[in-house]
T-cell receptor, first 113, second 113 residues
């Protein structure tokens, strides 16, 4: 069974640029959630996708957007990057009906200069 | 709104000593409760979860947690800590089926030999 994978592992961007982060769900999982973890804080929920539809969103502006593909892999896109977007971005996959247990990938570390 | 409080930012214990990490949540009904562990530069690994039934739940790596409804607490325990347990521990709550995880700010565990 393959776990959750994310790419790239690290990324450096400048303010105003756009970035795309990728996530491959654990085999058999149909739900993916994205979280932002700023330094020294707990992860904060960005949004969740279930069967290619957005299924809940946290308190993040519209410049944070996502996609889920038919194979349940996912992308997180962030436009007009700001310095405060520097964080570890975590993807988690889960299977509806499995008591909402989410399995996390290793994360992508984004630095915005 | 749901919230999770982890009162201790840092805890230091001696190797072989017992450990208790505190977690309090704010939610009207019984939520789904989780403990995750994060090693430096890594994603989150699920230690254990509680949904219903027996209020003492067993997890991986010798951890256990006890749900106490009257205290809105879900404290994590381990009878004998190993140096490899040094990491950051996060308590999280999910309100309902398919919902987001709300995390506490985390507790950093240091183990001294």
């Amino acid at each position: 069974e393959t776990g959750v994978t994310q790419s790239p592992t690290h990324l450096i961007k400048t303010r105003g640029q756009q970035v795309t982060l990728r996530c491959s769900s654990q085999s058999g999982h149909n739900t993916v959630s994205w979280y932002q973890q700023a330094l020294g804080q707990g992860p904060q929920f960005i949004f969740q996708y279930y069967r290619e539809e957005e299924n809940g969103r946290g308190n993040f502006p519209p410049r944070f957007s996502g996609l889920q593909f038919p194979n349940y892999s996912s992308e997180l896109n962030v436009n007009a990057l700001e310095l405060d977007d520097s964080a570890l971005y975590l993807c988690a996959s889960s299977l509806r009906g499995d008591q909402e247990t989410q399995y996390f990938g290793p994360g992508t570390r984004l630095l915005v200069l | 709104a749901q919230s999770v409080t982890q009162p201790d930012i840092h805890i230091t214990v001696s190797e072989g000593a017992s450990l208790e990490l505190r977690c309090n949540y704010s939610y009207g009904a019984t939520p789904y409760l989780f403990w995750y562990v994060q090693s430096p530069g890594q994603g989150l690994q699920l230690l254990l979860k509680y949904f219903s039934g027996d209020t003492l739940v067993q997890g991986i790596k010798g951890f256990e947690a006890e749900f106490k409804r009257s205290q809105s607490s879900f404290n994590l325990r381990k009878p004998s800590v190993h140096w490899s347990d040094a990491a950051e521990y996060f308590c999280a709550v999910a309100k309902e089926y398919g919902n987001k995880l709300v995390f506490g700010a985390g507790t950093i565990l240091r183990v001294k030999s």
